[in-house]
């Protein structure tokens, strides 16, 4: 796991079965999710790559400087990359 957990991670009461879908699947590189505003970290479980985003609006709650995860996929490759890109420019990797 890389990044930041300042809050913590809140999931459905029902087990809806979604993400061991996702592991049968067996083509499924990752799942991304942006409510935890003061989360920005990746992790990986049973190879699906599991990130949040990070607070960027300023009508909400969140301590993290303001940004996004952008998220690079190349047509040919069953790969990706992400990274955060801060509102003043910068690049969290």
């Not at 796991?1 to 991670?9: C, I, L, Y």
């Not at 083509?27 to 699906?48: E, P, Q, S």
């Not at 955060?84 to 990797?93: K, N, P, V, W």
Request: proline share 2%.
């Amino acid at each position: 796991m890389s990044g930041t957990k300042h809050e913590e991670v809140c999931c459905p009461k029902l087990n809806s079965g979604l993400f061991a879908a996702m592991v049968e699947m067996g083509d499924v590189m990752g799942t991304f999710v942006g409510h935890d505003h003061d989360n920005d970290y990746c992790g990986t479980l049973h190879d699906i790559r599991l990130c949040f985003g990070r607070v960027t609006g300023y009508n909400t709650y969140g301590n993290l400087p303001r940004g996004a995860r952008v998220i690079r996929l190349e047509e040919g490759r069953h790969s990706f990359d992400t990274w955060q890109r801060l509102e003043d420019g910068g690049i969290l990797r």
